[in-house]
Nanobody, 120 residues
Framework: QVQLVESGGGLVQAGGSARLSCAAS????????MGWFRQAPGKGREFVAAISWSGGSTRYADSVKGRFTISRDNAKNTVYLQMNSLKPEDTAVYYC?????????????WGKGTLVTVSS
């Protein structure tokens, strides 16, 4: 069992930066690929970024490539999402997730989400 708790959301001006953190409980954290998804108001949940269990592989949605960076610290059971050059369209609830595969075809665990609001 893995529990995921996100933090770091809030109000950010367009062009600014923010860093989200996801703290995981459970000793099996390092065996999971971790990812971030987001859901904007009135829209479905979409993939943002993912990182392999070792941190050696990452993948990103085209909409955030070059602006967002995912990383993890297995010693701290934490995954991060560094978001730069934020745009109003990045406004969403951001969810942390764990999966057996970096492809995230199936999600094993979800966090409850943290809201990021980007003002223009």
């Amino acid at each position: 069992q893995v529990q995921l708790v996100e933090s770091g959301g809030g109000l950010v001006q367009a062009g600014g930066s923010a860093r989200l953190s996801c703290a995981a409980s459970g000793r099996t954290f390092s065996s999971y690929a971790m990812g971030w998804f987001r859901q904007a108001p009135g829209k479905g949940r979409e993939f943002v970024a993912a990182i392999s269990w070792s941190g050696g592989s990452t993948r990103y949605a085209d909409s955030v490539k070059g602006r967002f960076t995912i990383s993890r610290d297995n010693a701290k059971n934490t995954v991060y999402l560094q978001m730069n050059s934020l745009k109003p369209e990045d406004t969403a609830v951001y969810y942390c997730a764990a999966s057996q595969s970096i492809l995230f075809q199936l999600v094993d665990y979800w966090g409850k989400g943290t809201l990021v609001t980007v003002s223009s």
